[in-house]
């Protein structure tokens, strides 16, 4: 005989929701190694399972996805107890990734790690995001849910974006919404301007700033005019390819050390060697000499390998 599993009321109504989940195909893993004994591992699957209903079940757009259309994501939070009883710190790890048409390639749309998350968990408490009222009644306690909403949207931004010209603005605006309306308490960091130079204020605010509106034709040009022609044209859709990186100068130039920009190249270094190692010896040349300059951080990688 099979054992029959109780399932919290407050999971219960959150898969009661899910045939409106249209748009994530959402995985969450919760690290609690770090967590000392006193707390029961249960509860962190507990929190695992939450996560993922919730990033999962939620409708997040007004539009209908296909099973095949869901967006792959991941996220890795990694706790930290802190002193005071049930609240944690934490890193989150977000990535996501695009189909390529006419291939079984998913092309890397986001991949962050954001080492600002604090919030306050006891198992079976109510998991709640309200976009009206984003802080809710208690911020340690609504930090984490609001987190996890403002990631969501950016990944929708980004994967909107790279379909059609601008086309992510509604979901950046809904986490702009976030950002302005974020929970606020002792511990909590990583929604203002002044809590560093590279943080989810900074993230959605370079997506929206006008003085950076280039931004989103790169983004559109990278994946909808060059990587989703490749295998139909290879050479075509290199040339649009080597315009992206043309773009990307020009907007490094004028807009030195954002954060927008270094954003955009992590995890497409592989991809970019790849595309650039077939090309004619001169575009080769051209393209490294122009990672080197815009994606400092994998300088010696396209130097080395794209000789």
Same mark, same amino acid.
């Given at each position: 005989?099979?054992?029959?599993?109780?399932?919290?009321?407050?999971?219960?109504?959150?898969?009661?929701?899910?045939?409106?989940?249209?748009?994530?195909?959402?995985?969450?893993?919760? #690290?609690?190694? %770090?967590?000392?004994?006193?707390?029961?591992?249960? &509860?962190?699957? =507990?929190? +695992?399972?939450?996560?993922? /209903? $919730?990033?999962?079940?939620?409708?997040?757009?007004?539009?209908?996805?296909?099973?095949?259309?869901?967006?792959?994501?991941?996220?890795?939070? #990694?706790?930290? %107890?802190?002193?005071?009883?049930?609240?944690?710190? &934490?890193?989150? =790890?977000? +990535?996501?990734?695009?189909? /390529? $048409?006419?291939?079984?390639?998913?092309?890397?749309?986001?991949?962050?790690?954001?080492?600002?998350?604090?919030?306050?968990?006891?198992?079976?408490?109510?998991?709640?995001?309200?976009?009206?009222?984003?802080?809710?009644?208690?911020?340690?306690?609504?930090?984490?849910?609001?987190? $996890?909403?403002?990631?969501?949207?950016?990944?929708?931004?980004?994967?909107?974006?790279?379909?059609?010209?601008?086309?992510?603005?509604?979901?950046?605006?809904?986490?702009?919404?976030?950002?302005?309306?974020?929970?606020?308490?002792?511990?909590?960091?990583?929604?203002?301007?002044?809590?560093?130079?590279?943080?989810?204020?900074?993230?959605?605010?370079?997506?929206?700033?006008?003085?950076?509106?280039?931004?989103?034709?790169?983004?559109?040009?990278?994946?909808?005019?060059?990587?989703?022609?490749?295998?139909?044209?290879?050479?075509?859709?290199?040339?649009?390819?080597?315009?992206?990186?043309?773009?990307?100068?020009?907007?490094?130039?004028?807009?030195?050390?954002?954060?927008?920009?270094?954003?955009?190249?992590?995890?497409?270094?592989?991809?970019?060697?790849?595309?650039?190692?077939?090309?004619?010896?001169?575009?080769?040349?051209?393209?490294?000499?122009?990672?080197?300059?815009?994606?400092?951080?994998?300088?010696?990688?396209?130097?080395?390998?794209?000789?």
């Amino acid at each position: 005989m099979k054992s029959i599993k109780i399932i919290p009321v407050f999971l219960f109504g959150l898969l009661l929701n899910r045939a409106n989940a249209q748009e994530l195909n959402a995985r969450v893993t919760v #690290n609690s190694s %770090q967590v000392g004994t006193n707390v029961s591992k249960k &509860a962190f699957e =507990t929190l +695992q399972n939450v996560l993922t /209903i $919730f990033l999962n079940s939620r409708k997040w757009t007004g539009d209908n996805f296909l099973p095949n259309e869901k967006i792959d994501c991941n996220f890795l939070l #990694n706790l930290k %107890q802190t002193e005071e009883a049930n609240v944690y710190s &934490a890193s989150l =790890t977000i +990535q996501a990734a695009r189909p /390529i $048409f006419s291939t079984s390639y998913l092309s890397p749309l986001v991949n962050y790690h954001d080492e600002d998350v604090v919030f306050k968990y006891i198992e079976f408490q109510q998991f709640v995001f309200n976009e009206n009222n984003v802080s809710g009644s208690d911020a340690q306690m609504s930090n984490l849910p609001a987190v $996890f909403a403002y990631y969501a949207y950016l990944i929708l931004g980004f994967d909107y974006d790279s379909y059609s010209l601008k086309g992510g603005n509604p979901y950046f605006l809904k986490a702009q919404n976030i950002v302005n309306n974020a929970p606020e308490a002792r511990g909590i960091t990583g929604w203002k301007a002044f809590d560093g130079v590279r943080n989810r204020y900074w993230l959605v605010e370079n997506m929206l700033n006008s003085r950076y509106a280039i931004m989103h034709d790169i983004i559109y040009n990278y994946y909808r005019l060059s990587l989703d022609k490749l295998y139909e044209d290879e050479n075509g859709g290199r040339a649009q390819m080597m315009n992206v990186l043309n773009l990307l100068n020009n907007f490094n130039s004028d807009n030195p050390n954002t954060m927008i920009n270094q954003f955009f190249f992590q995890g497409k270094t592989n991809e970019l060697i790849k595309i650039f190692s077939k090309a004619p010896q001169q575009d080769k040349m051209r393209a490294s000499e122009l990672l080197q300059k815009i994606d400092l951080t994998n300088s010696a990688r396209y130097k080395n390998e794209l000789k």
